[in-house]
């Protein structure tokens, strides 16, 4: 942003106050009624008005730099090793923790229009995190994600609707095993420095997709619905 000064206003003003001052304390002796006090009086009194409304600009200046961020103020890279993406599932209703080692995330959002915001996340689902080796095999296998024909799971935003206090919800679809549902994200920004930080959460019934089929069907030894959580750090 440029910020235009009037260079012929400003030095004219500062001739007038070296002037004035200097024939301060002679004005001060001079008699009320004198011509030339009145007309020095006026003056003064015109300049101080120039140079309050000088000081009143540049005090200004710094607000407008305070400002919320102009639209086209994108946060777009993605800081990996600061973002991550977990999962709870009840297994014979006890939560069990998890996440996913290997995801990308196209992600572009202008904390001023945040409804105006994009993603693509695309996760590799052979890259799961169970705290266990076996438990990772068996949910790679086709019963349950099928990596060899279905690798990656993708969620597609469509839209982003404010709801309140910060708080976001985008709408989009979610693709696992070849099928596509809607799915509603809500979301938090929080922007600090030069990073942009999004946590958010979804529910899924994995069911719906075809997730733990044959005897993993039943939901009174593994939930059918279970928690998505993201975190994503963006950079400019």
Known sequence: MKIAVEPRRSRRIQRKAIHLIENENHLANKHPTSGN????????CVLRGELKFIINYFLA??????????????????RPQQSGIT???KQMGVPMEGSFRKFTARIAVDPARPETGTARIDIDLAS???????????????????TKNHPVASFIS????????????TSGKMTIKGKSLDINAPFTLKQNADTLVIDGMFLLKRLDYGIGTGIWSDTDTVADEVRIRFHFTLTK
């Open 128 to 146: 799961i995190d169970t705290g266990s080796s076996e438990a990772d095999e068996e949910v790679a296998g086709q019963k349950w994600f099928d």
């Open 87 to 89: 999962f709870v599932s």
């Open 37 to 44: 006090f009145v007309k020095n009086l006026r003056d003064l």
């Open 61 to 78: 200046v710094p607000l407008l730099f305070a400002a919320p961020l102009a639209s086209g103020a994108e946060f777009t890279e993605l």
């Open 158 to 169: 469509g839209s982003v609707k404010p709801s309140g206090q910060g708080r976001y919800t």
